[in-house]
């Protein structure tokens, strides 16, 4: 299979710049790939299309706001963006400029509310930085760190909460799982009073998921590994919704990445967590997820891929060329897809 065959056109004025003034404000595509129909709806809407006993799946991770900008003992300026803690106070990081950030060399933050000293240089091109302070790290983090947008993204966030979802709790990701950026503390409440289960696990996401695939053929890319993390109380909701015949949603392709490892052959859900590499591409044999909500994705990206393993490639193909005929919105502030089959039922009532 050739990453090539994953690719679309896609104007860049559709890339969404800024996030809807209300965050369920968006639009909504739903996708039934048992009958190959799209529906057009709003987000708002995305009630009707779950029943009493189904589980919506929300990853919990907070985005840390891993962008730091520095100085060096010789004045030069550099970015550090934060990627993954290897150890106390010691990070893995991305350097801009990063030619002469070499081990020894000593930034400094905020003036000098913040040091770090690179201790190695990374295959992939990253740093290794030891940080050192007076106080509760995160604090600091969060009083010089911005947001780390991707870099489609050209527009200033003035409110950073907009890229974190409302039930965000378990700080640790470089980047949001932006399909859950839709849900208000209303709706979830709403879901709820219907009867839909909400539980929640943590993904904490790391760069690598939005990494370019440099390969010809789908199978050689190999993923970056992930922190994951299900409760007991989540696993044993999980099995009962399972048993019940009931729907497990997966909110994002973090969510249906972090439960398709955690299933098992035998689709049964236990208290765990660890890292994941998982890779989910068209073939790949869905155990733990029935549904999927989801945004619009890169071209060529590995989360295309997965979309398309859900969906099908072709028919979600042709339903990109839809969205861009009907002018959505793409990537983390953009519209919403819900892949569900048998949603055709919902949409005719």
Known sequence: MNVDDFNFSLPDELIAQTPLKQRDASRLMVLDPEVEKIHHDSFRSILDYLESGDCLVLNDTRVLPARLYGEKETGGQVEVLLLKQEETDTWETLIKPAKRVTPGTVIYFGGNKLQAECTELLEHGGRMLRFTYKGVFLEILEELGEMPLPPY?????????????????????????????????????????????????????????????????????????????????????????????????????????????????????????????????????????????????????????????????????????????????????????????GSHRKWQQ
């Not at 859950?180 to 943590?202: D, M």
């Not at 029935?290 to 295309?304: G, R």
Request: charged fraction near 20%; avoid cysteine.
């Open 153 to 341: 993204i050209k527009e200033k966030l003035s409110d950073q909460e907009r890229y974190q979802t409302v039930y965000a709790k378990q700080e640790g990701s470089a980047a949001a799982p932006t399909a859950g950026l839709h849900f208000t503390e209303e709706l979830l409440s709403e879901a709820k009073t219907k009867g839909v289960h909400v539980t929640t696990i943590t993904l904490h996401v790391g760069l690598g998921t939005f990494r370019p695939v440099h390969v010809e053929n789908v199978e050689d890319h190999h993923m970056h590994a992930e922190f994951y993390q299900i409760s007991e109380g989540t696993a044993l909701l999980l099995n009962e919704t399972r048993e019940k015949g009931n729907k497990i949603v997966a909110v994002g392709t973090t969510s249906a990445r972090t439960l398709e490892t955690a299933a098992g052959r035998d689709n049964y859900f236990s208290k765990e967590s660890g890292w994941t590499d998982i890779f989910i591409y068209p073939g790949y044999p869905f155990r733990g997820i029935d549904a999927l909500l989801t945004n619009f994705h890169l071209p060529k990206s590995t989360l295309v891929m997965l979309v398309s393993a859900m969906a099908g490639r072709e028919f979600l193909l042709s339903a990109y060329e839809e969205a861009v005929h009907q002018r959505y919105r793409f990537f983390s502030f953009g519209d919403a897809m819900l892949i569900m089959k």
